[in-house]
């Protein structure tokens, strides 16, 4: 997932499906330098995480942002930081009394 | 999107009792709420088990990756805590680090955990499912509390 998204043009990609429409391959090359092939394959590396799904419209693939794996992930970690929180804070107390 | 966590706090106390706060077992384990078998020692495993309310049935693995005198302490393990029915042997662990710097008015730690990319979905679940488990189990020693007091 976070590999998924080092990369700046996957995260324009993203940037660009988190507004929530969907869009076939062909909006999403016209406002980039790269291919069609090029757009493909990073679509697919952030399908393969489950950030992006694609559908069929007749003939057409159309791809949608989907972002419930990143929420589950940032909710994951708050758990994790805030229990740090609360760990550090007993050491804190611990070292100054 | 960053898959480390990042923590900085600062101490009234020399860093000499910082560094003994975090590196001995026993007192690590006051403040972590852990009880520990026995000294960390740097590539060797360090177990023990939780003695945080609510999560007593769980199991405290870590492997000591450093410790370096009043600088440096590091140890990878599976985020908060093992399920002793679970088999973690397959799954990649994040990695704790703690530094310590000496400042004007004592110690400065500065706190990374890494890897959390390679954390799989279960147990991430996992983790809500205790967080939640730790709540409730909170809620009732509160409720408990309440009710031997009224």
């Known amino acids: 997932m976070f590999a998924a998204l080092g990369d700046q043009t996957r995260l324009t990609l993203v940037a660009k499906l988190s507004g929530g429409e969907s869009y076939s391959i062909s909006q999403l090359t016209s406002d980039s330098q790269l291919t069609r092939q090029a757009i493909t394959k990073h679509l697919r590396v952030l399908e393969s995480v489950g950030i992006v799904r694609c559908t069929r419209a007749g003939r057409e693939r159309r791809f949608k942002f989907e972002p419930q794996p990143i929420t589950d992930i940032r909710e994951y970690l708050d758990i994790v930081s805030r229990q740090w929180d609360e760990a550090l804070g007993r050491l804190k107390k611990f070292v100054e009394e | ?150």
């Open chain 2, 1 to 150: 999107m960053s898959d480390r966590i990042e923590k900085r706090i600062e101490f009234k106390a020399p860093v000499s009792r910082v560094w003994r706060a975090l590196t001995d077992y026993r007192e690590f384990g006051e403040w972590f709420h852990v009880k520990l078998d026995g000294p960390f020692v740097p590539g060797q495993m360090s177990t023990g088990h939780i003695t945080y309310p609510g999560y007593e049935h769980l199991k405290w693995e870590a492997v000591v990756v450093k410790m370096e005198p009043e600088k440096a302490f590091s140890f990878t393990w599976h985020p908060y805590g093992i399920d002793p029915k679970v088999d973690y042997s397959k799954e990649t662990p994040t990695l704790v680090e703690f530094k310590l710097e000496k400042t004007e008015n004592g110690t400065l730690l500065l706190l990374t955990e890494s890897g959390f990319d390679k954390v799989p979905a279960h147990r991430r679940e996992e983790a809500f499912r205790m967080n939640d488990g730790g709540w409730t189990q909170q809620m009732k020693n509160i409720e408990e509390h309440v009710a031997h007091t009224s």
